[in-house]
């Protein structure tokens, strides 16, 4: 199409629908695609898209045999829209965060174990929260600490509760607790039955399973030379990896005791093979306004002060 002495003029409310629906297309990678995160037909996504590209007086994509694409005007449009959406989310946000009433979204994103660890204490911080700012909608889900950092500094969560071997510059950190972690190996493994010394001269030769993140400096030389094979981030799965007897892995103390009490897993060299990984609450450093944010920080900080610190 040709774009001589074409003028977009205003942009309103059906136009950045439109622009939702192309940028879901985009990310799903096709019409097909999007078809479930959408929940609307792909003739009707196509016709949206038909008709932005009529309004932008743009080709945005190819689709067809070759599959779905962008043309050079589809990507300058699609990171465009990023922008606007990303904005617009900014500017409800704000005018949310202004009103005299608490509402709004908070957003929780914890790594695994961290929200039924009775020393984080969360629900008690979900209670203390939900009293103060009944009418904010609270949402939480779990992933790992590379991807939770990354959602906080991306806006993409509002509190993170994460172990950590790192601190990074755009993030606040709460500590919460420490974890003594250890390795061990299944019952049946080779390394079960030998003494700690004969464990540690020959841990190094055994496949091991690991969480797929640098170690932080304290860790690095106790585990540069270990046989790693196996990358499970979690700990159920990295707790199944060692029950089959044929990998050793570091887990925390605290939940791989349970399993020490049945007689399924048996701890390795430990007097040589463990490392401390802290607990912490995290967000992003910034001036923009967020009140369920800064509610839930000042309820933390009043249950760390009452709980977690030790009386001393």
Request: proline share 4%; hydrophobic share 40%; glycine share 6%.
């Amino acid at each position: 199409m040709s774009v001589k002495n074409y003028s977009l003029g205003q942009v309103g409310d059906y136009e950045i629908k439109q622009l939702k629906v192309f940028k879901t297309v985009v990310d799903c990678g096709g019409f097909s695609a999007a078809e479930t995160s959408l929940n609307i037909g792909r003739s009707t996504i196509s016709l949206h898209i038909s008709n932005l590209e009529a309004r932008l007086n743009l080709v945005l994509c190819k689709r067809g045999r070759g599959g779905f694409s962008l043309t050079e005007e589809g990507v300058i449009i699609y990171k465009m829209t990023e922008n606007l959406l990303e904005s617009l989310d900014t500017f409800r946000t704000t005018v949310n965060n202004l009103n005299v009433s608490l509402t709004g979204k908070l957003r929780l994103v914890l790594s695994d174990k961290i929200s039924l660890d009775p020393r984080s204490h969360f629900p008690e911080l979900i209670q203390r929260f939900a009293s103060e700012a009944p009418e904010v909608m609270i949402t939480t889900n779990v992933s790992s600490m590379s991807n939770i950092e990354r959602m906080i500094l991306n806006d993409e969560a509002d509190i993170g509760f994460i172990p950590y071997h790192r601190k990074l510059d755009g993030l606040r950190y709460v500590h919460l607790y420490s974890d003594a972690c250890y390795l061990y190996c299944g019952k049946d493994h080779p390394l079960a039955t030998m003494s700690s010394k004969d464990q540690e001269a020959q841990a190094d030769q055994y496949p091991a399973t690991h969480a797929g993140l640098k170690p932080h400096e304290a860790v690095s030389a106790q585990i540069s030379h270990m046989n790693f094979t196996a990358i499970s981030y979690f700990y159920d799965s990295r707790l199944a990896l060692i029950l089959s007897g044929k990998f050793i892995g570091f887990l925390p103390a605290d939940y791989a005791q349970h399993c020490i009490d049945k007689g399924d897993i048996v701890v390795v060299a430990p007097d040589d093979r463990s490392y401390t990984l802290g607990v912490a609450v995290i967000c992003k450093k910034t001036t923009q306004p967020n009140k369920p944010r800064e509610l839930f920080l000042k309820v933390l900080h009043q249950t760390v002060e009452e709980l977690i610190v030790a009386p001393y």
